[in-house]
C-alpha cells in the first residue's frame, strides 16, 4: 500500500517523475483531449466553462505538488508551468496537423496560415483594413472556392448565392456573429443564430418598417434633406467632405426616425461623439470579428474594448432614454417605439430580454446610418466623377417636376427608373457591406456546382467581389447605370446582386435605406452642379476605402453650385 499511488508516498513519487516523461505524459493527454473533445465541440459555445475548468486545474495540481510533495514553490511553479506547455503545445500541433492534413476542408486551396487558425484573416483584415481587396488577391491566386479559416470557405461563384442566402437556403448564422453572445436572449436581431428567435423577433422589425410607418418618416427624411439643401445653398462652391456630411444627415435622419430624437449634425455642423464610436466599433469589429471568440472575451474584460465601450452604454442610454419618455397609449412613430410598444406589450415578437433590446439599439444605430451614409457618399462621388449621368438624372427629375422643388413629391420621384439605376450601380460597385454575410452550411452539406461543401463549414460570398465579377457583368468595374434597364445586355442572366442580402436575414431596414437614398439624391441632383472640388482626384475614395464590416469611406472633398 505504501507505494501506491493512493498513499501521500505514491502521490509524491509520481509527482516527481522525471521532467521528460511528465511532459510527454501531459502531451499525450493533450493529443487525446483534441481527438476525443475539441475537434468537435463548438468551443464558441462553452468557452468561458473550458476557459474555467483550465484555470481550476492548474490551480489544483500546483496544491497538489504544495501538499503531496516537499517541492518549494518556485518549483511547483516551474512544474505547472512545464504541464501547462506540454498540454498546450501538444494540443495545438496535433489541431495544426489535423486542419493542414487531416480536415474534412484540407483538400480546398488557401494559404496555409489560414488553414491553421483564423488569426491570420484577422490579420490580413487587420492590415490595411481592407478584407475586400485581400479576398480579391486570394481570388486571383486560388481560385472561385478559397479556405480562409480551418472550417471557412469563401465562393466567388453567382450560383452560391441563391444556395446560401436564398428563403429556401437551410444556411443559418454562423459564429461569425456570436461576438457578444452564443445566447439568443443576450443578443440583437441581428446577432442571434437561434432561427426562431430571429423569426419571431423579425415581426416587430418589420411592424417598424410597414408602408404605414415608412408614410410617416418620409417628411422627416425630406426636412432633414432640405436641411442640408439649405446648408449647401449658404455655402455654393466651398468644398465640403461628402463622406462627413453624409454621415450628419443619415445620423439625423436615424435619430429622428429611429429614436424620435434630434442629434443636430446638420444644425451644427459638428460631429456627433456617437460617430466616432459607431467608427470605433466597426473599425474592432472589421478586423477582431473574424476571431469571434477573442471579441466575446474581451467584451468581458475590463478596458479591453475602452475605445468603444463608451458607444455601447451611449445606445444603452438612448434606449433607456426613450423608455422613460415613451407613451405607451401613442402610436409609435420611430422605430424604437415599435420594439418597446412589443417588449412591453410581451408580444411574440418583443426583444427576450432588456439586454437584447440594448443590443437592438446598436443596430438601429450602426444600421440604420452608416450604411445609408457610405451609399449616399458613393453615389455623390459617382455623380461628381460623371457629369453626363448627373445631368441625364437632372433631365429625368426635370420631366415629371418641372417646378423642381416646388414640385417635388416621393411619389413623382420613385417613378424616375434612373434614379433608382443610378443607387443600384452604386451598391453594386460600394455595397455598404463588401464581405458579410457569414453563413454555416447544413449538416447535409451544399453542392455548388461542381463543388461538395461539407455539412457544419462557414461559408460566405464576398459581395462587392462577386458583384464586380467580368463573368457577370460587362466593364464590370465601370459605373453604368444604364445597365440595369437599357442597357440590360451589360449583366448576364441572374446576375448576383444582393447588397441588402437575401431570404430570412436580409435587412429589413432595405425600403427606409432607399426612401433616404432617393430623397437625398432627387433633392440635391434637383438643386444642384456636384463636382469635385480643386485638388480632389478621388484617388482615396478608390483606394483608401476601408472594409470595416460596414464600409468607411476616407474624406473627400466636393461642392456644390446652383442650377
Ligand atoms: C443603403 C442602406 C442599407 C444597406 C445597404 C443595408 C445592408 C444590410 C445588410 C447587407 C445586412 C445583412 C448583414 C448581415 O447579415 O450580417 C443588413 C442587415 C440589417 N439591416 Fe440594413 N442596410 C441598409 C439600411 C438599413 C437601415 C436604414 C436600417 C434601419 C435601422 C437597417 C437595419 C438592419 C437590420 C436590423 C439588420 C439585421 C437583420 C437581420 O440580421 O435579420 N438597415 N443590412
Not at 467608427?279 to 475590463?302: C, E, F, K, S, Y
Amino acid at each position: 500500500m505504501s507505494s501506491s499511488l493512493f498513499s501521500v508516498e505514491g502521490l509524491s513519487q509520481a509527482l516527481s517523475i522525471e521532467f521528460l516523461s511528465l511532459g510527454l505524459s501531459v502531451a499525450g493527454l493533450g493529443v487525446l483531449s483534441h481527438v476525443s473533445i475539441f475537434r468537435t465541440l463548438p468551443v464558441e459555445e462553452y468557452l468561458y466553462g473550458l476557459l474555467g475548468l483550465y484555470i481550476v486545474t492548474l490551480c489544483l495540481v500546483a496544491l497538489i505538488y504544495i501538499f503531496a510533495t516537499n517541492l518549494a514553490l518556485l518549483q511547483v511553479l516551474i512544474r505547472v508551468g512545464w504541464i501547462a506547455f506540454a498540454f498546450n503545445g501538444a494540443l495545438l500541433s496535433s489541431i495544426g496537423i489535423y486542419r493542414l492534413f487531416f480536415h474534412r476542408l484540407h483538400h480546398f486551396p488557401g494559404p496555409v496560415l489560414s488553414k491553421l487558425s483564423r488569426f491570420y484573416d484577422a490579420y490580413l483584415a487587420g492590415r490595411n483594413v481592407q478584407y475586400n481587396v485581400e479576398i480579391a488577391r486570394l481570388h486571383d491566386t486560388y481560385g472561385d472556392f478559397i479556405r480562409t479559416g480551418p472550417r471557412e470557405i469563401c465562393i466567388v461563384r453567382k450560383s452560391a448565392v441563391p444556395l446560401i442566402f436564398g428563403p429556401e437556403s437551410k444556411c443559418l448564422k454562423s459564429t461569425y456573429y456570436a461576438q457578444v453572445s452564443t445566447q439568443a436572449e443576450f443578443c440583437s436581431i441581428h446577432q442571434t443564430r437561434d432561427v426562431v428567435d430571429h423569426r419571431k423577433r423579425h415581426k416587430a422589425w418589420d411592424r417598424s418598417f410597414s408602408i404605414k410607418a415608412l408614410a410617416t418618416y418620409e417628411p422627416r427624411v425630406k426636412d432633414k434633406v432640405d436641411q442640408f439643401a439649405s446648408y449647401i445653398g449658404s455655402n455654393l462652391g466651398q468644398p465640403l467632405d461628402a463622406s462627413a456630411w453624409s454621415m450628419f444627415l443619415s445620423f439625423d435622419i436615424m435619430g429622428n426616425v429611429g429614436f424620435g430624437k434630434e442629434f443636430n449634425n446638420l444644425a451644427t455642423g459638428i460631429e456627433h461623439p456617437a460617430i466616432k464610436g459607431i467608427h470605433d466599433h466597426m473599425a474592432v469589429l472589421g478586423t477582431m470579428g473574424h476571431v469571434p471568440w477573442l471579441l466575446n472575451l474581451a467584451n468581458r474584460i475590463p478596458g479591453a474594448v475602452s475605445g468603444y465601450s463608451s458607444f455601447f452604454q451611449w445606445c444603452t442610454n438612448e434606449i433607456e432614454r426613450k423608455q422613460q419618455d415613451w407613451d405607451m397609449d401613442k402610436s409609435p412613430q420611430d422605430i424604437v417605439s415599435w420594439l418597446l410598444k412589443a417588449y412591453v406589450e410581451k408580444d411574440i415578437s418583443a426583444a427576450p430580454t432588456e439586454a437584447a433590446l440594448h443590443q437592438d439599439s446598436r443596430v438601429i444605430v450602426v444600421g440604420g446610418s452608416e450604411t445609408v451614409a457610405t451609399t449616399l457618399a458613393s453615389a455623390l462621388y459617382y455623380l461628381a466623377k460623371n457629369p453626363a449621368v448627373l445631368s441625364k438624372l437632372q433631365c429625368h427629375l426635370d420631366e415629371v417636376m418641372p417646378g423642381r422643388s416646388k414640385d417635388w413629391s416621393y411619389e413623382k420621384v420613385k417613378s424616375v427608373t434612373y434614379l433608382d439605376d443610378i443607387i443600384h450601380e452604386t451598391l453594386r460597385l460600394r455595397p455598404a457591406v463588401m464581405t458579410g454575410g457569414y453563413r454555416v452550411t447544413p449538416a447535409e452539406g451544399l453542392q455548388i456546382d461542381e463543388v461538395y461543401i461539407p455539412g457544419d463549414v462557414n461559408v460566405f460570398v464576398p459581395v462587392q467581389l462577386i458583384q464586380t465579377d467580368e463573368r457577370y457583368y460587362t466593364d464590370a468595374k465601370q459605373f453604368v447605370p444604364e445597365r440595369w434597364n437599357e442597357k440590360t445586355e451589360m449583366c448576364s442572366e441572374s446576375a448576383p446582386f444582393f447588397p441588402f442580402l437575401l431570404g430570412p436575414y436580409t435587412c429589413p431596414g432595405k425600403n427606409l435605406g432607399m426612401m433616404s437614398l432617393r430623397i437625398s439624391l432627387s433633392t440635391l441632383a434637383q438643386l444642384f452642379h456636384i463636382q469635385f472640388s480643386p485638388g480632389e482626384t478621388g484617388e482615396a475614395f478608390e483606394t483608401k476605402t476601408r472594409d470595416t464590416f460596414t464600409t468607411t469611406l476616407p474624406p473627400f472633398q466636393i461642392q456644390f453650385q446652383s442650377r
